[in-house]
């Protein structure tokens, strides 16, 4: 069993990244510029924006940062979304979800210019990606894409078992994985909670991804030998023996699977630190589509 080790991986990444940083201030030219904006005061939203304005400052990029009471309305919050989109010092932003209950999401991310959409999100980036053109991949597929390339995982003519069809994980993994490519040319079974006999298709599977978010759901039993394990699940769940008081939980059973994957991602430590990467390398993107 090998790790697929996002934490050493994304390190790699920054730092290519933050090269190149360099040298365009070497040669006199901006820097990529990213934004967030922050509607509310979640704690874990507000740790993910941190982190991101955080991994900008280590790589060098400028970044700036929008926090909204949450009281905001929709219209008011998607007229500071048109004022970025209008901003040529800005090459990308995000908006962090979940937004509040009030503010219909749907409408925010299409209020997003698509030049400027980093996650990913907009229905226009999310077309490109499924007709295979280039674009702004939404970031923890983008993560698990350049993992299994890196790794020099094979996809091709495997099949590919994908739990979950969220908007930003499953559903655009289970595109990816099928694209005409390397890493693609996977055959894929994309599984939810309406799927019948699910172990069916897992046991089948040369390669498993997990994106529900139900802690351990993947048990050793469900998977058969040498298979590839990526869990993006991250779930908090009680720990009284941490100072924290809970601990991270992926979707996988990671001590009894381990023993039967050829190569397995660990949760922390797996495809989160890449997710965080993805968000810079889309920032590049879109600071190289401006120039
Ligand atoms: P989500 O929007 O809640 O979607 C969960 C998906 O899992 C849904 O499609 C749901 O099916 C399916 N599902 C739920 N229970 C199931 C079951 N028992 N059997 C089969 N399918 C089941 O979640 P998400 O945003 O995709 O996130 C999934 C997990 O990944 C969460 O733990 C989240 O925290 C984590 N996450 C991690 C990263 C990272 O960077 N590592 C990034 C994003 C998310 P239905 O569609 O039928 O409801």
């Given at each position: 069993m090998q790790i697929l080790d996002g934490i050493k991986l994304s390190k790699e990444?920054?730092?290519?990244?933050?090269?190149?940083?360099?040298?365009?201030?070497?040669?006199?030219?901006?820097v990529p510029h990213l934004g967030a904006i922050?509607?509310?005061?979640?704690?874990?939203?507000?740790?993910?924006?941190?982190?991101?304005i955080k991994d900008c400052n280590y790589?060098?990029?400028?970044?700036?940062?929008?926090?909204?009471?949450?009281?905001?309305?929709?219209?008011?919050?998607?007229?500071?979304?048109?004022?970025?989109?209008?901003?040529?010092?800005?090459?990308?932003?995000?908006?962090?979800?979940?937004?509040?209950k009030h503010i219909d999401q749907e409408a925010v991310i299409n209020a997003i210019d698509p030049n400027k959409d980093v996650d990913g999100f907009h229905p226009?980036?999310?077309?490109?990606?499924?007709?295979e053109m280039e674009t702004f991949l939404p970031a923890t597929p983008y993560g698990i894409m350049e993992m299994l390339e890196r790794y020099k995982v094979p996809t091709a003519g495997k099949h590919t078992v994908v739990i979950g069809r969220s908007r930003i994980v499953g559903r655009p993994m289970s595109i990816l994985m099928s694209k005409n490519g390397n890493p693609g040319n996977s055959t894929v079974t994309l599984t939810h909670s309406k799927t019948e006999d699910l172990a069916k298709y897992?046991?089948?599977?040369?390669?498993?991804?997990?994106?529900?978010?139900?802690?351990?759901?993947?048990?050793?039993?469900?998977?058969?030998?040498g298979a590839v394990i990526v869990d993006v699940g991250?779930?908090?769940?009680?720990?009284?023996?941490?100072?924290?008081?809970?601990?991270?939980?992926g979707?996988?059973?990671?001590?009894?699977?381990?023993?039967?994957?050829?190569?397995?991602?660990?949760?922390p430590g797996g495809v989160g630190p890449m997710t965080r990467a993805m968000l810079l390398k889309n920032t590049l993107l879109a600071y190289n589509k401006n120039n």
């Open positions: 990444i920054k730092q290519e990244i933050k090269l190149k940083v360099e040298s365009y201030k070497e040669q006199g030219k901006r922050l509607v509310g005061n979640d704690g874990a939203s507000r740790t993910y924006v941190d982190n991101k790589v060098g990029f400028e970044s700036s940062e929008l926090i909204l009471e949450d009281t905001i309305t929709q219209e008011e919050l998607i007229a500071k979304i048109q004022e970025w989109n209008n901003d040529s010092n800005l090459d990308g932003f995000i908006v962090q979800l979940p937004l509040p226009m980036n999310f077309g490109k990606m499924a007709l897992t046991k089948e599977a040369d390669i498993v991804i997990t994106a529900l978010g139900v802690p351990e759901f993947l048990k050793a039993d469900m998977i058969k030998d991250i779930t908090r769940v009680d720990d009284p023996t941490s100072p924290k008081g809970y601990k991270l939980a979707d996988v059973d990671f001590e009894n699977v381990k023993e039967k994957a050829s190569w397995i991602t660990p949760v």
